[in-house]
């Protein structure tokens, strides 16, 4: 009988918490592909959301093999559309970490001072690309690249 109410009581613990639900980051988000732009196999996704306080979230998200804790992928917000080599840098984004694979980065203003948000961003004219390496032959590889805002449809 003991093992019983026991039993019942392990059961009851485990499926409460199974049943625990995290309420929803973001009030809005929208998803952006990153296609793999180099001989490195990495691919992955963007996800722009606005957090309850209005700030805007950027989260990248490489899929591909993971590296060592002491290396990260500098990743940049640019102006206009991947494929032109001109395209100035809008924002610093915090590097994507080698060992898990993702960057979070809180984003209120442009490296100009022009402040963004949810809604600005969707107009946005430009594109992310993270890169191997933060100085060097290797800052010119391109690991993953997609267009945002203005330029792409996200999911």
């Not at 940049?76 to 032109?84: F, K, M, Q, V």
């Amino acid at each position: 009988m003991k093992k019983l109410i026991l039993g019942l009581v392990v059961a009851t613990l485990f499926l409460g918490c199974m049943k625990t639900e995290r309420p929803d980051r973001y009030t809005r988000s929208i998803v952006y592909e990153l296609q793999q732009t180099s001989e490195y196999e990495y691919t992955g996704e963007l996800v722009v959301g606005e957090l309850p306080s209005g700030e805007l979230e950027l989260v990248i998200t490489l899929k591909g093999e993971k590296g060592s804790t002491a290396v990260n992928y500098p990743a940049h917000l640019h102006y206009e559309p991947y494929g032109n080599p001109d395209a100035a840098m809008a924002a610093m984004l915090n590097p994507v970490r080698a060992s898990n694979l993702v960057s979070a980065t809180i984003l209120n203003e442009l490296g100009n001072g022009t402040p963004i948000n949810y809604d600005s961003f969707q107009n946005f004219n430009g594109h992310v690309k993270v890169h191997l390496a933060s100085e060097g032959p290797d800052y010119e590889v391109i690991l993953v690249a997609g267009n945002v805002g203005a330029n792409a449809t996200g999911s």
